[in-house]
């Protein structure tokens, strides 16, 4: 393990820096890598950002400042100096940029995932922390960078985003403090929300309630599931990406303690996104198919067919001995 001042030793001793999240990235690797690479380019560090193939973003970050400096994976350093990846806990995630890792002098790994492998020179892996965008503000800190109103927007977007909007369990007091800091960079706190949260397509409005009036619940198990098919996606008009947030919709059904949503990537099978209310640790159950993440909020890739991939989360789920 790496601490944040060897981080930040590693990153004022190299020319250039390579920055890099997984595929079809979330709010806070995006948010992260973005702060990161901004934070760069006001302190005159050389830097260039992307992730993987398919190199689309989900239409609810194309607000973030910083997205248009980003470049194709295919423009990505082949041998960077100094290599830094946000948010992604085994090399795999990083698909088409994984060569540019494993040929990198030095891999920095910044991430809050209990399942990290640690496959970097340099381990900045902190369970305790909420979003890997606490680490870039400590890191910045560290380097005595200081922050902008555009890096202040890209942190808080991770922060929001993988406390669930201040939901989760990992919404502890230090995230408070750091989002009141954030927000006093005059940030548009209403229009993050709606940007993030509460705009959509009205095909997208109508996939959804064509996917919940399907959505199952087993109360014996304490478990509602949801899926959507590629021929959905294809015949309402909506892309993967667009469909990231349909899990806040399922779990919010107060039967069930273990939320699934099943959705078909183009060319890239099942995506099983998995959230639980407290009672199911859904890591550990999304190990079992090679995925990982928190105990509250996890998911994992699949070639299996969907309805077969749902009777096996559900064969791992133990009954219920008392009423919810």
């Not at 990161?36 to 830097?47: D, V």
Request: aromatic residues 8%; contains cysteine.
């Amino acid at each position: 393990m790496s601490t944040v001042a060897e981080v930040a030793e590693v990153v004022r001793g190299a020319d250039a820096l390579a920055l890099a999240c997984h595929h079809h990235p979330d709010g806070d690797a995006l948010g992260s890598m973005l702060a990161m690479q901004l934070l760069c380019e006001a302190n005159g560090k050389a830097s260039e950002a992307s992730w993987p193939s398919p190199w689309v973003v989900a239409p609810h970050y194309e607000f973030l400042p910083g997205l248009d400096r980003c470049i194709p994976p295919s423009e990505f350093p082949t041998d960077p100096e100094v290599l830094i990846t946000f948010d992604l806990g085994r090399v795999e995630r990083l698909g088409d940029l994984a060569p540019a890792a494993e040929r990198a002098a030095q891999v920095v790994v910044l991430d809050h995932h209990p399942d990290n492998q640690r496959f970097g020179t340099h381990n900045l892996v902190d369970e305790s922390v909420a979003a890997t965008a606490v680490l870039v503000r400590q890191l910045a800190d560290a380097l005595g960078w200081s922050l902008t109103r555009d890096v202040a927007l890209n942190l808080y977007v991770g922060l929001v985003t993988d406390t669930g909007r201040f939901r989760y369990p990992n919404t502890t007091p230090e995230v408070f403090h750091l989002a009141e800091e954030l927000a006093e960079y005059d940030l548009p706190i209403a229009r993050i929300t709606r940007e993030l949260f509460e705009k959509h397509r009205f095909q997208y409005v109508q996939l959804l309630s064509m996917a919940l009036a399907r959505t199952e619940l087993d109360t014996d198990h304490g478990f509602v599931v949801a899926w959507l098919t590629q021929q959905d996606l294809e015949d309402f008009d909506v892309s993967f990406d667009e469909t990231e947030g349909f899990i806040d919709h399922v779990r919010a059904c107060q039967e069930a303690d273990v939320a699934c949503v099943l959705r078909e990537s183009p060319g890239e099978g099942l995506r099983v996104s998995l959230r639980s209310t407290g009672s199911t640790d859904v890591a550990e159950l999304a190990a079992h198919f090679g995925g990982g993440g928190h105990a509250f909020m996890a998911g994992f890739p699949s070639d299996r067919p969907i309805l077969e991939v749902i009777e096996a989360i559900r064969a791992l789920l133990p009954e219920r001995t008392v009423p919810a």
